[in-house]
């Protein structure tokens, strides 16, 4: 079975950090680039970061830059999203997807063409 799985997400008071993990099962992600996503209650989906195949290349939305750091570890088939300074409004469930390509340089942080989705895992952000 083809599938990711999301794992790290919890409640974390303001200012604080959490670790998301992102593991392929049935494929390997080496031909992949990976992107994070989030949707908060009521709100859409958007895009947060994503890593291209190579690890070389990175994005992030202008609300993460500088706090959210993206990485991936081929040899363990797994992405990372890395949350510091954590705030109130980064409260959603956060969601990875892959997407492959052939480009070892780029990625982009859109839903559009993913090939696999994980089912996402909760991330609240609170005092």
């Known amino acids: 079975q083809l599938q990711l799985v999301e794992s790290g997400g919890g409640l974390v008071q303001p200012g604080g950090s959490l670790r998301l993990s992102c593991t392929a099962s049935?494929?390997?992600?080496?031909?992949?680039?990976i992107g994070w996503f989030r949707q908060a209650p009521g709100q859409e989906r958007e895009g947060v970061s994503c890593?291209?195949?190579?690890?070389?290349?990175?994005e992030y939305a202008d609300s993460v830059k500088g706090r959210f750091t993206i990485s991936r570890d081929n040899a363990k088939n797994t992405v990372y999203l890395q949350m510091n300074s954590l705030k109130p409004e980064d409260t959603a469930v956060y969601y990875c997807?892959?997407?492959?390509?052939?480009?070892?340089?780029?990625?982009?942080?859109?839903?559009?063409?993913?090939?696999?989705w994980g089912e996402g895992t909760l991330v609240t952000v609170s005092s």
């Open positions: 049935g494929f390997t992600l080496d031909r992949y680039y």
């Open positions: 997807a892959a997407r492959g390509s052939i480009m070892s340089d780029y990625c982009s942080p859109t839903s559009y063409g993913m090939n696999y």
């Open positions: 890593i291209s195949t190579s690890g070389i290349s990175t």
